[in-house]
């Protein structure tokens, strides 16, 4: 699994397919670290890549419908607005 430390590598080295491909391994062990998932795409917005944070969004999305984390896809839901104002 992608470590905490490999996604803001990274994204700094403006590696998005690499962030893509942690990005599934990471939602696919471990879907409801919902804050280590926040984070990575506030780093992405952040960074200027609102589209392929949404796009992710939504990868974690199917991934907490599919495995029933009910609980955790509330947290992210309702995190989503400080999700969506870290790209502002």
């Given amino acids: 699994?992608?470590?905490?430390?490999?996604?803001?590598?990274?994204?700094?080295?403006?590696?998005?397919?690499?962030?893509?491909?942690?990005?599934?391994?990471?939602?696919?062990?471990?879907?409801?670290?919902?804050e280590r998932h926040a984070e990575v795409l506030r780093q992405l917005?952040?960074?200027g890549r609102e589209r392929q944070a949404a796009e992710l969004l939504q990868v974690l999305d199917e991934q907490l419908v599919?495995?029933?984390?009910?609980?955790?896809?509330l947290a992210l839901l309702r995190d989503l607005d400080r999700l969506l104002a870290a790209g502002e």
């Fill in 45 to 47: 917005a952040a960074a």
């Fill in 1 to 34: 699994m992608a470590d905490a430390t490999s996604f803001p590598r990274l994204i700094a080295e403006a590696a998005w397919s690499a962030v893509d491909d942690a990005w599934v391994e990471a939602v696919a062990e471990a879907p409801g670290e919902i």
């Fill in 66 to 73: 599919e495995t029933g984390l009910w609980e955790a896809r």
